[in-house]
């Protein structure tokens, strides 16, 4: 098989974890079938992000033991509201050239696409012209409020009903996807559990981490108000927080008015290897989230033997179970405040060698991996059919 993956959500040298889920998923790519990148990557990204190189328009990208070659054409990313429903189309305009010389010159026989929007709707005028099958994975966490929007609606719903197969990575993103009459299968994301250690449970939790990227949606100020009861209530509890964005600075603000200034650190961006490394070292992961489609830091952290509390807010509700963690509330500070209380007060009922064999069993990569092996070899063994 010669697959093309399509996704404007995968790791450069400006944005190194974007996508980083689908990056991870492709390392367990088997080395007998061929695979090409072709990851559109915004004019002006660099500047924006930055970053003083240039992000190099194709190289070859270590994925598991093989060496891949990425593609990275340039397209337009007009100002998101004003022009929102022709950023398909201009992706599909500035791509579709490199698409079809890669398609000719590899002898493509699918391609797979990561996000319908807008990445599948270029595919889907891409697949037309060059009479090549696609698949859509569906990640978006707003994806009901994507799928509401008016100005890209049909297009979205056209991009799903001309693709060959959807995959959705949760049965939240399933369910919804089902409301427009939309049938998808249900594959999760994976990870590689080679890269993640356990340590023994501590005797008392008191070190919690986030991961995230910096942004509303993922309600850390509620957390930062949950860490304030914790202490007015004489308990002690460190959070450091992962990730970056432009919300930063409010959230920091916030933790100075609150003075926790020393229950609570920001450790900015760090690469994956990083916070593998850094995993074991906390009691429980902490996903606030006001909406999540999957949440692959839930898996990495349960990788590690860490249990998690995690909002109510669509994946997680599908990962998160009584042996592995706790679920509660979203946008709720006293959610979290009671999540975290009650994590203390089940501590010992949390065995960290069960939470790992727990989502080994569920979201192993070469698992997650076999499934689109074998959804790819259904496709293309109908399509020769025909």
């Not at 349960?302 to 998690?308: N, R």
Request: hydrophobic share 40%; aromatic share 10%; with cysteine.
């Amino acid at each position: 098989m010669r697959i093309l993956v399509f996704s404007s959500s995968f790791p450069n040298p400006a944005e190194p974890i974007n996508g980083s889920f689908v990056c991870k998923t492709l390392q367990a790519f088997p080395a007998e079938h061929e695979l090409v990148v072709v990851a559109p990557v915004p004019f002006g990204l660099a500047a924006r992000r930055g970053y003083k190189e240039s992000i190099p328009v194709e190289e070859e990208v270590e994925l598991g033991a093989d060496l891949v070659k990425v593609y990275r054409p340039r397209y337009l990313l007009l100002p998101y509201n004003l022009l929102r429903p022709f950023i398909g189309f201009i992706m599909f305009l500035l791509c579709y050239g490199l698409v079809s010389r890669i398609c000719k010159e590899k002898h493509i026989d699918l391609i797979h696409v990561h996000f319908a929007y807008p990445d599948g709707i270029a595919v889907s005028m891409i697949s037309s012209l060059l009479k090549i099958p696609y698949l859509i994975t569906e990640h978006r966490g707003l994806l009901r409020e994507t799928l509401r929007n008016p100005w890209i609606s049909s297009q979205l719903k056209t991009a799903y009903r001309k693709a060959t197969e959807v995959v959705a990575v949760s049965d939240f993103n399933s369910t919804v996807l089902s409301s427009y009459s939309i049938k998808a299968k249900v594959i999760p994301n994976g990870i590689d559990f080679e890269h993640f250690t356990v340590n023994p449970a501590r005797e008392h939790p008191s070190r919690l981490v986030l991961i995230a990227n910096l942004i509303p949606a993922k309600g850390i100020e509620y957390l930062i108000e949950a860490i304030s009861l914790l202490r007015n209530r004489g308990k002690h509890y460190s959070l450091d927080i992962i990730g970056s964005g432009k919300y930063r600075s409010s959230l920091e603000k916030k933790v100075q008015a609150l003075k926790l200034d020393q229950e609570i650190n920001f450790l900015g961006q760090l690469p994956p290897s990083r916070v593998e490394e850094l995993l074991p070292r906390y009691d429980s992961l902490v996903v606030s989230s006001l909406r999540e489609s999957f949440s692959v830091v839930i898996v990495e952290a349960m990788a590690s033997g860490l249990p998690v509390i995690a909002t109510r807010c669509g994946g997680p509700e599908a990962i998160v179970q009584a042996e592995t963690g706790i679920l509660v509330q979203p946008a709720s500070a006293e959610a979290l405040f009671q999540g975290i209380l009650e994590l203390e007060s089940k501590w010992e009922s949390y065995d960290p060698y069960i939470i790992r064999e727990f989502a080994r069993d569920k979201y192993s990569l070469d698992g997650v991996m076999q499934s689109y092996l074998e959804l790819y070899k259904s496709i293309l063994g109908s399509n020769s059919a025909k």
